[in-house]
């Protein structure tokens, strides 16, 4: 099986702009999460989807939005971009049934740096 | 709420010596625990899992963590390391109640140094 697919793996952005990354998880897989890591913060929950709806999210501003397509498909979008928001934009797909611990299996993440 | 803890930044051992990473949680309720590792450039790998189903859990590339209620431990250990294992590592927590699965909290990561 393919794992999470991640485009684009890099990107250089201008403060103010918006942005757009996308993720395409496991064949199966209904759930997609997305986090933000960086050397200050570390790992950090944005918000997850399934079955196209938002279930959970992090405490992020509202510049940071997402949704998720009927084929499980996930797109996150950074509106306004500040310096602030460079960071490596990870992806998580699970099967997410709603009983047991499903385990999250990630993309390789797409690098935002914003000048 | 929960929490982890991952004591000490940096780990540095020498190769086959025994690999010791520390984790600590905080949780209100029953908790899923995991070890994860992250190569440069890459993204995470999960190593294992803790699902109570056994305290000792075995997971890839010789890892192994024992989950300790009384010290609310989840500490990742292997034998004998390999120059591979050099990475960062991260312990996660995660509850289950009501159905959602996304909310992964991680530790700050512990980076390991293998010296030959």
């Known amino acids: 099986k393919a794992g999470v697919t991640q485009t684009p793996r890099y990107l250089i952005k201008t403060r103010g702009q918006q942005v757009t990354l996308s993720c395409s998880p496991i064949?199966?897989?209904?759930?997609v999460s997305w986090y933000q890591q960086t050397p200050g913060q570390g790992l950090q929950f944005l918000f997850e989807y399934f079955s196209e709806t938002q279930r959970n999210k992090g405490n992020f501003p509202g510049r940071f939005s997402g949704r998720q397509f009927s084929n499980s498909r996930s797109e996150m979008n950074v509106s306004t971009l500040e310096l602030g928001d460079s960071a490596l934009y990870l992806c998580a797909s699970s099967l997410a049934s709603g009983q047991g611990a499903h385990e999250q299996y990630f993309g390789p993440g797409t690098r935002l740096t914003v000048t | 709420a929960q929490s982890v803890t991952q004591l000490g930044s940096h780990v540095s051992v020498s190769e086959g010596a025994l690999v010791l990473l520390r984790c600590n949680y905080s949780s209100s309720v029953p908790p899923y625990l995991f070890w994860y590792v992250q190569y440069p450039n890459q993204g995470l790998q999960l190593l294992l899992k803790?699902?109570?189903?056994?305290?000792l859990v075995k997971g890839i590339n010789g890892f192994e963590a024992e989950f300790k209620k009384s010290e609310t431990s989840f500490h990742l250990t292997k034998p004998s390391a390999h120059m591979s294992d050099a990475a960062e590592y991260f312990c996660?927590?995660?509850?289950?109640?009501?159905?959602?699965?996304?909310?992964?909290?991680f530790g700050k990561g512990t980076k390991l140094s293998v010296k030959p």
């Open positions: 064949s199966g897989h209904r759930s």
């Open positions: 996660a927590v995660s509850t289950n109640y009501g159905g959602s699965q996304g909310n992964l909290i």
């Open positions: 803790y699902t109570s189903a056994a305290t």
